[in-house]
């Protein structure tokens, strides 16, 4: 049985949990939809436009927000692993505001920014920063010293071998931050859009929870998750593997 076929099954299961716990009406209808009603809102959400047009606004600050983090906590990885005395300080600092969750910032970016695009960027972009630092930094920090020192038996010194052998062995870990940057942006992207203001994703949930409409707030779920699992399986898992297999990590 290949990997589809056992995805396929294993939704189909849960479907059908989610029928029966419908059917048994332990939560009354209004808070706890079925799935016929779930995949008709979906439909409708798809067909009429407003579900892709607020897809598209929430995906552009996701992206706008993940490429910053992305620079953002990379240069900020290099500089802490550059030294002891970045990573007693600033290393610190970042494990320290990685604890905060995101929504926590929104106050502070309206007050900055006002409610608007540039505050709901901004906290997607804290949202995605710090896993990366730590990533990059560890990534750098934990280069076997065996491949240094080949390199600089064969003359590879200063610039080149930093960024012919330090940045492509840490490559896997840059790869795995990217991955959970990503993740975290999503839920921060979602935090700022319940509480902030335009449209997006977040704005139908709080439109759905306010109207106490289950189906409209249970359709943008779904549609999360599965851009998260599609993005992750054809971009991110994908390029794991090829890293992986090109530095002999890979599982036999």
């Not at 926590?104 to 970016?109: E, I, K, Q, T, Y």
């Not at 993740?183 to 709080?206: D, K, P, T, V």
């Not at 109207?211 to 794991?240: C, H, Q, R, Y």
Request: charged letters at 10%; one cysteine or more.
């Amino acid at each position: 049985m290949n990997t589809t076929l056992k995805r396929v099954l294993f939704l189909g299961i849960l479907i059908a949990i989610w029928e029966v716990i419908y059917k048994l009406q332990i939560w009354p209808p209004i808070l706890f939809p079925s799935p016929l009603q779930v995949g008709e809102t979906l439909y409708l959400g798809i067909i009429d436009g407003s579900f892709i047009t607020s897809l598209g606004d929430s995906f552009k600050r996701l992206l706008i927000g993940y490429g910053f983090a992305l620079i953002i906590g990379t240069l900020l990885g290099l500089i802490i692993a550059s030294s002891k005395l970045m990573e007693d300080t600033l290393g610190s600092l970042v494990l320290a505001l990685q604890s905060v969750p995101s929504i926590v910032w929104l106050p502070l970016a309206i007050l900055w920014f006002g409610m608007g695009e540039a505050a709901i960027i901004f906290v997607v972009v804290l949202g995605g920063t710090w896993n990366m630092v730590i990533n990059a930094s560890t990534g750098i920090k934990n280069v076997r010293p065996l491949l240094l020192k080949a390199a600089k038996t064969m003359g590879i010194t200063g610039h080149n071998l930093f960024f012919k052998v330090t940045i492509p062995a840490a490559i896997p870990h840059l790869i795995t931050g990217m991955r959970l940057s990503w993740a975290f942006c999503w839920r921060a992207l979602m935090a700022g859009e319940l509480l902030g203001s335009g449209n997006g994703l977040g704005q139908i949930l709080m439109w759905g929870r306010e109207m106490g409409n289950m189906s409209m707030v249970i359709s943008i779920m779904i549609i999360i998750a599965t851009l998260g699992s599609l993005t992750d399986g054809i971009i991110f898992k994908p390029l794991e593997d090829k890293v992986l297999e090109r530095w002999g990590l890979a599982k036999i």
